[in-house]
């Protein structure tokens, strides 16, 4: 099958939803004064309850972030209060290349980081409905411009009782996605979080703690635009404590997670680096100032396979063929291993978990949860991967040396619903260059005959 983005010199920009998340509440005190009731939805008795701890951890990995907020909350008064409470979703809309103005309206259904939204009061797990934000109100005021709008819950509090609450969910990045043929720029994948609304309840946040985890991303690549000076760096995460809190607009967050970067396919002598028109398959990256080649070159073998699903198949970039253990059980503690054709310093290396043909497929067979990662048999290290069916970046650091040998081997696994089969649909490395690339223009040729040209190469 013919790509067409790929056969013809045609400009591509692709929008992605920017997914923010926030305190329960609404615009309140804190410095966000309300100038009436909230039009999205009618916050209750949020007054009568005060946030006496909040601990909100952050896990990032390539795509995008596992929010895990827990608070201890209690009621004020002497009386039984119903609170009712909305999470905000904001979608940026307002991105406009000339394509016909550009989306304005928020999208009445609900966005897809919610389907993933849980909240739960003690061991109770509470309803949450979506509500679309007030569309004049966002007009008027641009406190709420690209709020689409809230996951609105209840709870009720006895006098002056005391409630844990837990909001969990998984948050795609916000990111901009523009190019030409087989060269894209990408921008900076950002996670927001407004703390401020926060001040719509009682008083103060009487404690806290936020936590940033890079877990599947170089911490390096991590930086926290704002707010300014809270957070403090421990190990490879980012930590900020709080006592007695009335958030206001600078304390929400903001952190670019991964950088902006730059991708350009090309086909290249595996060898000598140079462009040839029947070469393998490669991707430069430019990524925060740093090169490197993304490939397949390289030759596979596994600890066992079945015979239509090769250890080989993992280096075709095809989402419907894939590697699978031949084994009983569900393949833990199989492995692949990979030789690259020219060794060198990696990166990343990027695995495709599970069947990816299709979410059934995925959702049927096993997928990789923890893997360990052996690099020339002398640098270990563990790495968890997402049960999403999306390529899962897996960050190489503190090695340098050039890399002969790649094992992965998996020590957990995602149940399949049908079958016990393990599979890994793709596996790509990312090796580090030693100095800027000359990339000319791109070559309009057919994607898919340059990966099977880059398979035929590598083996």
């Given at each position: 099958?013919?790509?067409v983005?790929?056969?013809?010199?045609?400009l591509v920009?692709?929008?992605?939803?920017c997914?923010?998340?926030a305190?329960?509440?609404?615009?309140?005190?804190?410095?966000?004064e309300s100038?009436?009731?909230?039009?999205?939805?009618e916050?209750?008795?949020?007054q009568?309850?005060?946030?006496?701890?909040?601990?909100l951890?952050?896990?990032?990995?390539?795509?995008?972030?596992?929010?895990?907020?827990?608070?201890v909350?209690?009621?004020?008064t002497?009386?039984?209060?119903?609170?009712?409470?909305g999470f905000p979703?904001?979608?940026?809309?307002?991105?406009?290349?000339?394509f016909?103005?550009?989306?304005?309206?928020?999208n009445?259904?609900?966005?897809?980081?919610?389907?993933?939204?849980?909240?739960?009061?003690?061991?109770?797990?509470?309803?949450?409905?979506f509500?679309?934000?007030?569309?004049?109100?966002?007009?008027?005021?641009?406190?709420?411009?690209?709020i689409?709008?809230?996951?609105v819950?209840?709870?009720?509090?006895e006098?002056?009782?005391e409630i844990?609450?837990?909001?969990?969910?998984?948050q795609?990045?916000?990111?901009e996605?523009?190019?030409i043929?087989?060269?894209?720029?990408?921008?900076?994948?950002?996670?927001?979080?407004r703390?401020?609304?926060?001040?719509?309840?009682?008083?103060?946040?009487?404690?806290?703690?936020?936590e940033l985890?890079?877990?599947?991303?170089?911490?390096?690549?991590?930086?926290v635009?704002?707010?300014?000076n809270?957070?403090?760096?421990?190990?490879?995460n980012?930590?900020?404590?709080?006592?007695?809190?009335?958030?206001?607009?600078?304390?929400?967050?903001?952190?670019?997670?991964?950088?902006?970067q730059g991708?350009?396919g090309?086909?290249?002598d595996?060898h000598?680096?140079?462009?040839?028109?029947?070469?393998?398959?490669?991707?430069?990256?430019?990524?925060?100032?740093?090169?490197?080649?993304?490939?397949?070159s390289?030759r596979?073998?596994?600890?066992?396979e079945k015979?239509?699903?090769?250890?080989g198949?993992?280096?075709?970039?095809?989402?419907?063929t894939a590697?699978?253990?031949d084994?009983?059980?569900?393949?833990v503690?199989?492995?692949?291993?990979?030789r690259?054709?020219?060794?060198?310093?990696?990166?990343?290396?990027?695995?495709?978990?599970?069947?990816a043909?299709?979410?059934?497929?995925?959702a049927?067979?096993?997928r990789p949860k923890?893997?360990?990662?052996e690099?020339?048999?002398?640098?270990?290290?563990?790495?968890?991967?997402?049960?999403?069916?999306?390529?899962?970046?897996i960050?190489?650091?503190?090695?340098?040396k050039?890399?002969?040998?790649?094992r992965l081997?998996?020590?957990?696994v995602?149940?399949?619903?049908?079958?016990?089969d393990?599979?890994?649909?793709?596996?790509?490395?990312?090796?580090?260059?030693?100095k800027?690339?000359?990339?000319g223009?791109?070559?309009?040729?057919?994607?898919?005959?340059?990966?099977?040209a880059a398979r035929?190469?590598?083996?």
């Amino acid at each position: 099958m013919v790509d067409v983005k790929s056969t013809l010199p045609i400009l591509v920009a692709v929008f992605l939803p920017c997914l923010l998340w926030a305190d329960a509440g609404g615009y309140f005190r804190g410095g966000v004064e309300s100038s009436g009731a909230l039009g999205g939805f009618e916050p209750n008795q949020l007054q009568a309850v005060q946030i006496l701890d909040e601990n909100l951890t952050v896990d990032f990995d390539e795509n995008g972030a596992e929010v895990d907020v827990r608070y201890v909350m209690r009621n004020e008064t002497d009386r039984r209060v119903k609170v009712r409470f909305g999470f905000p979703i904001e979608e940026s809309f307002d991105n406009d290349l000339g394509f016909g103005g550009g989306l304005k309206k928020p999208n009445p259904e609900i966005p897809r980081s919610a389907s993933g939204y849980r909240v739960t009061a003690g061991r109770k797990a509470l309803k949450a409905n979506f509500t679309a934000e007030n569309a004049a109100r966002a007009a008027d005021d641009h406190r709420f411009q690209g709020i689409a709008g809230w996951m609105v819950s209840e709870v009720v509090f006895e006098p002056r009782e005391e409630i844990p609450l837990a909001v969990r969910f998984y948050q795609p990045f916000c990111e901009e996605k523009s190019g030409i043929s087989n060269d894209s720029d990408i921008s900076a994948k950002i996670f927001r979080y407004r703390l401020s609304t926060g001040g719509a309840w009682a008083g103060a946040i009487a404690r806290g703690r936020i936590e940033l985890r890079p877990k599947g991303v170089d911490p390096s690549d991590v930086k926290v635009l704002k707010p300014s000076n809270r957070f403090n760096r421990e190990g490879s995460n980012w930590v900020w404590t709080f006592e007695g809190l009335e958030p206001a607009l600078a304390d929400d967050l903001d952190v670019q997670v991964v950088p902006a970067q730059g991708e350009f396919g090309r086909r290249v002598d595996e060898h000598t680096g140079r462009y040839d028109d029947h070469g393998v398959w490669v991707k430069w990256k430019e990524r925060g100032g740093r090169w490197t080649m993304e490939h397949s070159s390289y030759r596979a073998s596994a600890s066992s396979e079945k015979s239509s699903y090769s250890a080989g198949e993992i280096g075709d970039d095809d989402a419907r063929t894939a590697w699978s253990e031949d084994v009983s059980g569900a393949g833990v503690g199989e492995w692949l291993e990979l030789r690259p054709e020219v060794p060198k310093p990696l990166a990343a290396i990027t695995i495709r978990p599970g069947f990816a043909a299709s979410e059934k497929l995925f959702a049927a067979n096993a997928r990789p949860k923890t893997v360990s990662v052996e690099l020339n048999g002398e640098h270990k290290f563990t790495a968890s991967i997402p049960d999403r069916n999306e390529d899962c970046r897996i960050p190489v650091s503190g090695y340098g040396k050039p890399v002969k040998t790649v094992r992965l081997v998996f020590e957990d696994v995602w149940r399949g619903k049908k079958y016990d089969d393990l599979c890994v649909a793709d596996v790509k490395l990312e090796a580090v260059v030693d100095k800027k690339p000359k990339i000319g223009d791109p070559v309009y040729t057919d994607d898919a005959a340059g990966r099977s040209a880059a398979r035929g190469e590598a083996r």
